[in-house]
């Protein structure tokens, strides 16, 4: 029998208190197949750093942050669970039929302060968006889930400009699609 070091644990998870405890973790992580795709333990310990700053457990992390053009970026749920953690609140919904459609995102500040912000299917024909292909040939979410990605892009926007404190700079990754 090999001695394994013991990570300690919390309420919140894994309990890393040094770099090494991180990256006994991380590499934890990557042989486990738990890791994102093409992840090195080197950037599970990055991405879990910054998750750890943002307020998320390291499993958490993984979930919601990835690096994209070398730069950590928040998406999915990751972004209401924070700004709903840190006392936001956020009204969406769609409006309007076919190509009149329109994404809205209302967020609200702990001090009531509101920011309103929306994407519609003419802002993403000007940006391109609009019945994407990927690179591979492959439908993305612009095809397969349009008013969704329309809901992704008003949401980005409207945390970013009403939550940059509690973002700290972290790109919001359906900005990026």
Known sequence: MTNVPVLGFSKRGVDLRTFDDALKFARAVVLSGMAPKGMTAEGVVVCVQIGLELGFTPMQSLQVIAPINGRPTLWGDGIPALLWDNGFEIEESI?????????????????????????????????????????????????????????????????????????RGVRVREEEI
Do not use: H
């Open 95 to 167: 409006s309007g039929e076919g190509d009149g459609r329109i994404a809205q995102c209302i967020v609200t500040r702990p001090n009531g302060k509101k920011i309103i912000r929306t994407f519609s299917v003419a802002d993403a024909k000007v940006a391109r968006l609009w019945q994407k292909k990927g690179r591979d040939g492959q439908d993305t979410p612009w095809i397969t889930y349009p008013d969704r990605m329309l809901q992704m892009r008003a949401r980005a926007w409207a945390a970013r400009d009403c939550a940059a404190d509690v973002l």
